[in-house]
């Protein structure tokens, strides 16, 4: 081979080698980006306060027990009888309602939530 076409091939393999050379050096050096940073806040929510008794028994028996006391102040013989078992269930009823008016109220909580 002459001369000439040898330094021509050396300088096409060269060429090659520093572009695919260049190209993954540039593939390489792209730095990754940085991974997106949540973004959070706090957030005022009502929600329904916790039910401890669910069936209103402490707020009935405790009814039941007043308006029975109270009832039997009222009346004689059979008279404070009657008075005392309509005095039970009227407290009874007067102490469930209370109960269910003091569960219904709601709370408000601060949540943290984050995108």
Do not use: F, W
Not at 47 to 59: L, P, S, Y
Not at 73 to 93: D, I, N, P, S
């Amino acid at each position: 081979m002459n001369a000439k076409l040898k330094s021509t091939i050396a300088v096409a393999l060269m060429s090659c080698v520093m572009a695919t050379g260049a190209a993954t050096a540039q593939t390489k050096s792209k730095a990754k980006p940085a991974p997106r940073q949540p973004h959070c806040y706090d957030v005022e929510v009502q929600r329904q306060k916790q039910i401890k008794d669910e069936h209103k028994i402490a707020g009935t028996a405790l009814g039941a027990v007043a308006g029975g006391l109270l009832g039997n102040q009222v009346g004689g013989g059979k008279g404070k009888k009657v008075a005392t078992a309509a005095g039970a269930v009227g407290g009874a009823l007067v102490g469930r309602k209370i109960q269910e008016n003091q569960q219904n109220k709601t709370e408000t909580v601060i949540e943290r939530r984050c995108d």
